[in-house]
């Protein structure tokens, strides 16, 4: 589990965020980092400013999506793919409540469902 990601889980966004703003920088500096990278860095930016302006009790219940990916993740190498599937469709309701249905965890919790 990345630092950002565990973070995240923690429900400790504004360090998420200034973890995420370090690393956008950083790629942003380095000629060699594919675009993509660049990207990716600066959606998940986006994604933990948004995140950080909500209130505590919406961050916490998104802290708890969070924390369901790896759990997700384990399910499905143990391959308990009913409950996985259960786990990332209460993980999409509320990742799509909360960041919209256009947000990158969205689409990771609708991967998750297509195991």
């Known amino acids: ?5 565990r973070l995240r889980s ?11 703003a370090e690393l956008s920088r950083r790629l942003e500096r380095d000629a060699n980092a594919p675009a993509w990278q660049r990207a990716d860095a600066a959606r998940l930016v986006s994604t933990l400013t948004l995140v ?3 209130p505590d ?3 916490q219940v998104l ?3 969070d924390r369901g990916d790896a759990t997700i993740h384990d399910l499905i ?3 308990q793919y009913r409950l996985a599937a259960a786990q990332a469709r209460k993980q999409l309701a509320v990742r799509s409540r909360i960041l919209g249905d256009e947000a990158r965890d969205v689409a990771v919790s609708i991967s ?4």
């Open 63 to 65: 802290a708890g999506a």
């Open 1 to 5: 589990m990345s630092r950002i990601q």
């Open 10 to 20: 923690e429900g400790r966004y504004g360090e998420a965020l200034s973890t995420a």
């Open 52 to 54: 950080s302006s909500l």
């Open 112 to 115: 998750a469902l297509g195991m």
């Open 77 to 79: 190498i143990q391959g």
């Open 57 to 59: 009790s919406t961050r």
